[in-house]
Every structure is written in C-alpha cells, then in structure tokens.
C-alpha cells in the first residue's frame, strides 16, 4: 500500500493508506445514497432468527437459536448487513451470510450500487457506532434515530478498489476467527488436562501421572 493525501485539491476525501494501482477520487455518499432498510414480513425456522439477543457485542457476529420452531420477521438476505437498534454502543452489528428473518429492534441494510462487503466494513466501525449515538432516543434503553442513520457519510471509491479493500479485510477476519478457534481449543484441551493431572474429589493419585 502507499500514502496519499487526505484530500485532493477538489477536496475529495480519500484515505492515507491506500493501495498504488488506485489514484482515482472517492465521492463521499451519505448512507441513504449507497444503502436502504430492508422491509416487509416473512416466516422461517428460529436457526434462521435474529434479534438483538442472539447478536454478539463488539462486531463479533451472532450465535444462531437451536429452536426450529416457526417464526416471523423482517426478511433479510445474504450479504445484508443488520444493527442491533437497541443500546447501539454494545456493537451488535452482524453481515448475513444467509437467508433469514429478524426482529423489529434489528435493522436491516440492504447495499445498492456499492459492493455489500465493503459497506460492511463502514459500518463495523466505531466512527459508525459513534454518529448513531450522537442521535439515539431514549437513556435507559436508548434506540437509534432511522433517519440520522442514514445520514451517516461514506467515502466510496471505485467498484475495484470497494472490492480489493473489503478482500483485505475479510482475509483478516478470517484469520482472526481460525486464531479464536485455536484459542477454544485450547482452552478445552487445559480444562481437560487439569481434570486428569490433578486428583478428583475424594481421590489421593491423578488419573494420569
């Protein structure tokens, strides 16, 4: 990657950190320009069910329900990206990667004309989580304003370089979520190995020595 300016001298916005097969401008595009929620009702087994207690803080994703029981919601596809509305400062945002419903306290964004990955990755941001707390309603459980979501400013380059930076960053989640797998596997393999190297309740010797 190389450096570039902030701006240009038309005051484009581009980023710092950028790679050198691309020199072209980026426009800068409020998020009601690039993206729009998703509406409408639909029913699916509760697996395919989101809400915002199965969604996890931090951007870290969400954990399907086991039940498979009947249930209805707003509809959302692959690739669309969903925020939890409620307490929008846990960071319970999540890009489906399947077919599903969620509730009313989920919004649900759906990209057009900007590559699904990469607005994604605008979103999963703190400046994002930022610009909806800065218009929420409520305190005790604070809810963010639809309206001011969408005015939220994106910097959108070319359909090329949208791709090239979101493959970069989906790389590295990758790597990231194989690096939490090992580390859950680990963790097992300790609390099985303290099981056997130290003595049970009642017992004298270890199972293994």
């Known amino acids: 990657m190389g450096k570039v300016s902030s701006s240009n001298s038309q005051g484009v916005h581009v980023p710092k950190l950028r790679f050198p097969e691309f020199n072209e401008t980026w426009e800068l595009s409020r998020l009601s320009d690039i ?13 395919k069910y989101v809400s915002t207690e ?3 803080q931090n951007f870290a994703g969400m954990e399907p329900y086991k039940d498979e029981a009947i ?12 925020i939890a509305n409620i307490r929008p400062y846990l960071k319970k945002i999540w ?12 919004l ?14 605008n979103i999963a941001r703190e400046d994002f989580i930022t610009h909806v707390m800065s218009g929420v309603k409520g305190s005790k459980m604070p809810r963010g304003d639809k ?8 910097g959108v380059p070319t359909h090329k ?8 960053l989906s790389l590295l989640d990758n790597r990231i979520v194989k690096q939490r797998q090992l580390i859950e596997a680990l963790k097992s393999y300790k609390r ?3 099981s056997k190297l130290f003595p049970k309740k009642g017992e004298t010797m270890p199972e293994y020595r």
Request: proline content about 4%.
């Open 147 to 154: 309206t001011q979501i969408l005015e939220y400013k994106v």
């Open 54 to 56: 199965n969604m996890l």
């Open 95 to 106: 890009k489906a990667n399947f077919a599903g419903c969620c509730n009313t306290d989920v």
């Open 71 to 82: 249930v209805s919601g707003i509809p959302f596809a692959s690739g669309d990206v969903l």
């Open 161 to 168: 370089e949208q791709q090239k930076i979101a493959s970069i």
């Open 108 to 121: 649900v964004l759906h990209s057009a004309n900007i590559n699904p990955d990469y607005l994604y990755y």
């Open 192 to 194: 099985g190995a303290l």
């Open 35 to 47: 993206s729009y929620y998703q509406t409408g009702k639909d029913i699916v087994p509760k697996s």
